[in-house]
């Protein structure tokens, strides 16, 4: 993983910072903070859970990973940062990656159409796997 020291910008260095966000980035889900907790923990065990949610929201307000809140209010994260949108599955709340493009011309619609001058947008499905 690149060094990431220079990447919070205006921030002074963090061991805990850095091994959060390295945790973040190698998940292969979309973790709960309990999650990353548990596993920051095995390489810095004194961290406390109050450092690792600072941290993350630290790290999700300067834009190196992403909140994902889902309808029954648990917050995750997730460590990619490239546009792209989710499928959580009712059954099992697994969320997967939705990485193709939906419309290319979303944002220039929405703005003509309203007046507002959105940025960014996300979507999200639900259904099941099956």
């Not at 290319?104 to 007046?115: H, I, S």
Request: proline share 2%; glycine share 6%; net charge positive.
């Amino acid at each position: 993983m690149p060094e990431t020291r220079e990447k919070v910008a205006g921030r002074r260095y963090s061991r805990q910072r850095e091994e959060v966000l390295r945790v973040v980035r190698n998940a292969n889900s979309h973790p709960t903070a309990d999650w990353v907790y548990e596993q920051v923990r095995k390489t810095l065990p004194r961290v406390s859970l109050g450092t690792v949610y600072r941290n993350l929201n630290l790290l999700a307000d300067e834009g190196l990973i992403q909140r994902v809140i889902l309808d029954d209010g648990v917050m995750r994260y997730d460590g990619k940062t490239r546009a792209h949108h989710h499928f959580i599955c009712s059954k099992t709340g697994k969320i997967y990656d939705v990485e193709f493009n939906l419309c290319e011309d979303l944002l220039e619609k929405f703005n003509a159409q309203t007046g507002f001058k959105a940025t960014r947008y996300k979507i999200e499905f639900y259904g099941s796997e099956e």
